[in-house]
């Protein structure tokens, strides 16, 4: 086992990190053992076992009772978990993991090294494809004794350590799935993880249970009794039970943009849009390259400065989620702020289309374009809409089509559609969230994949050099590089950098201490008197 | 003519319906030079309560006009209403003369199928022609007029059926008229009243399933009705009530106006029932 000078160094780097957080979120305030804390799920997950689902609803509640390695900052240091320390080889490639001592599953088994190797080599790999891609570059994973594991790269990759948060790799108990499909094992109906929360109960169509679990590692943790998802699929439900108190706190999509100024108005309510830097989102207008006037660049440039993001922002979303500077959130590492893409300037866009060649005809009409409105709720309908106004002021005609959720993946992933709108996670590093959109060799007919067609040799060298390299600087010039490219040529129509209100009560302290907000294990959470 | 205008000017509440609705199609057809532009524009700040900023009733979420939309959503809902009521009537009409007329096997036959229809719950399958069809005007107006059809052939049917008996038609079919020509120049005409009281209620529910549809949002995305405004409002509604409201009043009158016209008709066009009517009250 080496233990590098670097390696130590980011060692007790943690630890200093680990500190601030907990200082930071005790707000002075003495811990209160007890109480049970009421949320919300929506939609219902399938099942509640990470890996099998990864899915919104089932990462907020699977979080709960399933840990990983590491968390992450606002800022996206790692903090240990289930790992007390950790030390990284000068050459990126070996990967060695201290596990914490006295964790136990909640069936009594107590967590070993084997239980992570599998979980990274076995379970994950075979269940999720993130993971897979990722956990192939593993050249080999070894439990040098039950308390460390660890792993050899076949090469660098510096986004690595990433990878190791409950939401990507939840750490499962082996003896519990090893020899059994793991998508059908018994333990899939009743999760066993090591986090501070145990499966209780689950009432389908009505609430899932979960309760305090007594042998978790952590002394004195945790604070709540149990916490209590109640399904309450209607969105203005929702709203009443936060405003009411029949529930303490709402997450992601529970509560609609446009019912959180009201809320945000009341005294006894904290509303948050932290704690969504690891996934990131960013959503832009979806634009089909094979579709013509939309290969030629002007023709994109012209969309993107005909609309304004601000409005986008401020009128639709509530100032929930900010304007997207570039396709790079600003919370992902590496997003280089001083690139940005032309701003709003409807003038400018006209002329574009001018020197482009399409002039416009009686109707003040250049060209028209379908757009599959995602199909994702009434706020993408108003985004859609808004789309339509705004292109037909620089004489752009959008058809709007509506379609269902199914439809609209299923078009997307065969390139059946002209433009729509589109986002997704960017996973805190541009190589894990960002790189699948641009890159030549990731167009698949595949949602989520590079399904607009856009093909830039130069981009794809940009993104295979920074996904390679050890050295974060390298990989930050590598970076800045390819945004600046990226927002001259604008592939896609980057709108906004989403985020989701988390809406609690100021009883409940401790929500969001994390860069993974109400997706951590709530291990500190607890309810004021 | 103007015996039957006699005969419907009786009836005092028909005669308010027959203002407002003609009100409506002044609006529909008035839209563009009351409104110039389309309805889709953001013509102010968003959220504006009715009265402020020359915002009549209002705008909504995106700074939309609610008045502009009412008015061009009139000339949708309007056209919605009387393009399926006429594809309804064409179906129902033809079906319901041929069961009637011949009796026998073609009755039996043609009963079935309708039976059929009508024991599918019309709205549930007006959704699903909808969303099979993927949301336009057309397919709208198709699966308005599919789940329209069948009262008006049960009517028509039971029409021919007591008329075709009758010593004019046993008369003509005597002097050799072929039986198309006996069916549109001698029963049609005769059986024409029903059809147009029964029309203008179907103009009406033809009005209120576009705006369901519209509600879900199984309507034209592309096009502005009185039920989308509805729609879109009803997330809204504790924020802006005026997007809702205002769309709803639209639709109310509208429905009732033609409700009271089909009365009206009805009277003027039975005046025996109407005199029996006025007389009991």
Same mark, same amino acid.
């Given at each position: 086992?080496?233990?590098?000078?670097?390696?130590?160094?980011?060692?007790?780097?943690?630890?200093?990190?680990?500190?601030?957080?907990?200082?930071?979120?005790?707000?002075?305030?003495?811990?209160?053992?007890?109480?049970?804390?009421?949320?919300?799920?929506?939609?219902?997950?399938?099942?509640?076992?990470?890996?099998?689902?990864?899915?919104?609803?089932?990462?907020?509640?699977?979080?709960?009772?399933?840990?990983?390695?590491?968390?992450?900052?606002?800022?996206?240091?790692?903090?240990?978990?289930?790992?007390?320390?950790?030390?990284?080889?000068?050459?990126?490639?070996?990967?060695?993991?201290?596990?914490?001592?006295?964790?136990?599953?909640?069936?009594?088994?107590?967590?070993?090294?084997?239980?992570?190797?599998?979980?990274?080599?076995?379970?994950?790999?075979?269940?999720?494809?993130?993971?897979?891609?990722?956990?192939?570059?593993?050249?080999?994973?070894?439990?040098?004794?039950?308390?460390?594991?660890?792993?050899?790269?076949?090469?660098?990759?510096?986004?690595?350590?990433?990878?190791?948060?409950?939401?990507?790799?939840?750490?499962?108990?082996?003896?519990?799935?090893?020899?059994?499909?793991?998508?059908?094992?018994?333990?899939?109906?009743?999760?066993? $993880?090591?986090?501070?929360?145990?499966?209780? @109960?689950?009432?389908?169509?009505?609430?899932?249970?979960?309760?305090?679990?007594?042998? !978790?590692?952590?002394?004195?943790?945790?604070?709540?009794?149990?916490?209590?998802?109640?399904? %309450?699929?209607?969105? *203005?439900?929702?709203?009443?039970?936060?405003?009411?108190? *029949?529930?303490?706190?709402?997450?992601?999509?529970?509560?609609?943009?446009?019912?959180?100024?009201?809320?945000?108005?009341?005294?006894?309510?904290?509303?948050?849009?932290?704690?969504?830097?690891?996934?990131?989102?960013?959503?832009?207008?979806?634009?089909?390259?094979?579709?013509?006037?939309?290969?030629?660049?002007?023709?994109?440039?012209?969309?993107?400065?005909?609309?304004?993001?601000?409005?986008?922002?401020?009128?639709?979303?509530? $100032?929930?989620?900010?304007?997207?500077?570039?396709?790079?959130?600003?919370?992902?590492?590496?997003?280089?702020?001083?690139?940005?893409?032309?701003?709003?300037?409807?003038?400018?866009?006209?002329?574009?289309?001018?020197?482009?060649?399409?002039?416009?005809?009686?109707?003040?009409?250049?060209?028209?374009?379908?757009?599959?409105?995602?199909? !994702?709720?009434?706020?993408?309908?108003?985004?859609?809409?808004?789309?339509?106004?705004?292109?037909?002021?620089?004489?752009?005609?959008?058809?709007?089509?509506?379609?269902?959720?199914?439809?609209?993946?299923?078009?997307?992933?065969?390139?059946? !559609?002209?433009?729509?709108?589109?986002?997704?996670?960017?996973?805190?590093?541009?190589?894990?969230?960002?790189?699948?959109?641009?890159?030549?060799?990731?167009?698949?007919?595949?949602?989520?994949?590079?399904?607009?067609? !856009?093909?830039?040799?130069?981009?794809? @060298?940009?993104?295979?050099?920074?996904?390679?390299?050890?050295?974060?600087?390298?990989? *930050?010039?590598?970076?800045?590089? %390819?945004?600046?490219?990226?927002?001259?040529?604008?592939?896609?129509?980057?709108?906004?950098?989403?985020?989701?209100?988390?809406?609690?009560?100021?009883?409940?302290?401790?929500?969001?201490?994390?860069?993974?907000?109400?997706?951590?294990?709530?291990?500190?959470?607890?309810?004021?008197? | 003519?103007?015996?039957?205008?006699? /005969?419907? /000017? +009786?009836?005092?509440?028909?005669?308010?319906?027959?203002?407002?609705?003609?009100?409506?199609?002044?609006?529909?057809?008035?839209? =563009?030079?009351?409104?110039?532009?389309?309805?889709?524009?953001?013509?102010?700040?968003?959220?504006?309560? =009715?009265?402020?900023?020359?915002?009549?009733?209002?705008?909504?979420?995106?700074?939309?006009?609610?008045?502009?939309?009412?008015?061009?959503?009139? +000339?949708?809902?309007?056209?919605?209403?009387?393009?399926?009521?006429?594809?309804?009537?064409?179906?129902?009409?033809?079906?319901?003369?041929?069961?009637?007329?011949?009796?026998?096997?073609?009755?039996?036959?043609?009963?079935?199928?309708?039976?059929?229809?009508?024991?599918?719950?019309?709205?549930?399958?007006?959704?699903?022609?909808?969303?099979?069809?993927?949301?336009?005007?057309?397919?709208?107006?198709?699966?308005?007029?599919?789940? #329209?059809?069948?009262?008006?052939? /049960?009517?028509?049917?039971?029409?021919?059926? #007591?008329?075709?008996? /009758?010593?004019?038609?046993?008369?003509?079919?005597?002097?050799?008229? #072929? +039986?198309?020509?006996?069916?549109?120049?001698?029963?049609?005409?005769?059986?024409?009243?029903?059809?147009?009281?029964?029309?203008?209620?179907?103009?009406?529910?033809?009005?209120?399933?576009?705006?369901?549809?519209?509600?879900?949002?199984?309507?034209?995305?592309?096009?502005?009705?009185?039920?989308?405004?509805?729609?879109?409002? +009803?997330?809204?509604?504790?924020?802006?009530?005026?997007?809702?409201?205002? =769309?709803?009043?639209?639709?109310?009158?509208?429905?009732?106006?033609?409700?009271?016209?089909?009365?009206?008709?009805?009277?003027?066009?039975?005046?025996?029932?109407?005199?029996?009517?006025?007389?009991?009250?």
């Amino acid at each position: 086992m080496t233990v590098s000078r670097r390696g130590l160094l980011a060692a007790t780097a943690a630890m200093p990190v680990l500190m601030r957080v907990q200082d930071a979120v005790a707000q002075g305030i003495a811990p209160r053992r007890g109480g049970t804390l009421t949320t919300i799920l929506t939609p219902e997950p399938p099942v509640l076992q990470i890996g099998v689902n990864n899915q919104g609803p089932t990462l907020v509640i699977g979080s709960k009772m399933f840990q990983s390695l590491l968390s992450f900052s606002p800022t996206l240091e790692p903090i240990p978990v289930l790992a007390k320390s950790w030390t990284i080889s000068p050459d990126g490639r070996e990967y060695v993991f201290t596990l914490q001592e006295n964790v136990k599953f909640h069936d009594g088994h107590p967590m070993t090294a084997d239980d992570v190797i599998f979980s990274i080599m076995k379970f994950h790999t075979e269940l999720a494809p993130r993971a897979r891609a990722i956990f192939a570059l593993i050249e080999s994973a070894t439990a040098t004794d039950p308390l460390t594991v660890r792993l050899v790269l076949k090469q660098p990759f510096q986004p690595f350590l990433l990878m190791f948060d409950a939401s990507a790799c939840a750490i499962v108990p082996k003896h519990l799935f090893d020899g059994q499909d793991y998508r059908t094992a018994p333990a899939v109906q009743r999760p066993v $993880g090591t986090g501070p929360f145990r499966f209780a @109960e689950w009432q389908r169509g009505n609430y899932v249970r979960l309760e305090r679990f007594a042998d !978790y590692w952590k002394p004195g943790q945790p604070y709540l009794d149990q916490i209590i998802y109640r399904v %309450v699929p209607d969105s *203005q439900s929702r709203r009443l039970a936060i405003e009411t108190g *029949q529930a303490q706190l709402t997450q992601t999509n529970d509560i609609e943009p446009f019912d959180v100024p009201a809320l945000r108005a009341k005294p006894n309510l904290e509303v948050s849009v932290k704690g969504w830097e690891y996934f990131s989102p960013v959503s832009w207008i979806e634009l089909n390259h094979r579709v013509k006037p939309l290969d030629d660049i002007r023709v994109r440039q012209a969309i993107s400065m005909a609309i304004d993001r601000n409005f986008i922002a401020q009128r639709l979303w509530f $100032g929930i989620g900010k304007p997207a500077t570039n396709p790079v959130a600003s919370t992902t590492r590496f997003h280089d702020a001083s690139i940005k893409v032309a701003p709003h300037d409807v003038k400018a866009a006209a002329a574009l289309l001018d020197a482009a060649g399409h002039r416009p005809n009686a109707q003040g009409v250049r060209f028209t374009l379908k757009h599959l409105v995602l199909p !994702y709720g009434e706020i993408w309908s108003r985004l859609g809409e808004y789309l339509k106004q705004s292109l037909r002021q620089v004489g752009i005609a959008l058809e709007l089509e509506s379609t269902d959720a199914g439809s609209w993946a299923r078009r997307i992933g065969a390139w059946e !559609y002209e433009t729509s709108i589109n986002f997704v996670y960017q996973f805190g590093d541009p190589t894990l969230g960002v790189e699948r959109t641009y890159v030549t060799s990731n167009i698949q007919k595949v949602t989520f994949t590079n399904t607009g067609g !856009y093909s830039n040799p130069k981009v794809d @060298e940009l993104f295979n050099t920074a996904r390679n390299a050890a050295d974060p600087k390298d990989r *930050q010039t590598a970076f800045s590089a %390819v945004q600046k490219i990226l927002c001259e040529e604008v592939p896609q129509v980057w709108l906004m950098e989403m985020a989701f209100p988390t809406i609690h009560d100021k009883k409940l302290c401790n929500v969001i201490t994390t860069g993974l907000g109400v997706h951590t294990s709530f291990d500190d959470v607890f309810l004021t008197a | 003519m103007k015996d039957f205008w006699r /005969r419907y /000017r +009786r009836n005092k509440g028909a005669v308010v319906g027959l203002a407002v609705l003609l009100l409506v199609m002044l609006m529909a057809a008035t839209a =563009p030079l009351l409104f110039p532009g389309s309805p889709w524009d953001m013509a102010s700040a968003p959220f504006m309560p =009715p009265g402020e900023m020359g915002m009549l009733l209002g705008t909504d979420s995106l700074g939309r006009d609610v008045a502009a939309g009412i008015a061009h959503g009139a +000339r949708i809902s309007l056209l919605v209403g009387a393009v399926s009521t006429a594809a309804a009537l064409l179906v129902g009409v033809s079906l319901g003369a041929v069961a009637g007329y011949l009796g026998g096997f073609a009755d039996d036959a043609v009963m079935r199928f309708t039976e059929f229809f009508q024991t599918i719950p019309s709205f549930v399958l007006a959704i699903l022609l909808v969303a099979i069809f993927t949301p336009s005007i057309g397919s709208v107006v198709f699966a308005i007029a599919v789940v #329209s059809w069948p009262p008006v052939a /049960r009517v028509v049917r039971a029409e021919f059926l #007591s008329l075709r008996g /009758r010593e004019f038609v046993q008369a003509a079919e005597v002097l050799g008229k #072929s +039986r198309i020509s006996i069916v549109l120049t001698d029963i049609l005409p005769n059986a024409l009243s029903p059809i147009v009281v029964l029309s203008s209620l179907m103009v009406a529910t033809a009005i209120l399933l576009e705006s369901a549809l519209s509600f879900l949002g199984l309507g034209d995305p592309n096009l502005m009705t009185w039920g989308f405004l509805i729609g879109s409002g +009803r997330s809204v509604i504790r924020l802006a009530w005026w997007m809702s409201v205002f =769309p709803g009043i639209a639709i109310f009158l509208t429905v009732l106006s033609l409700n009271l016209v089909g009365e009206g008709l009805s009277d003027a066009l039975n005046p025996r029932l109407a005199r029996q009517r006025s007389g009991a009250a």
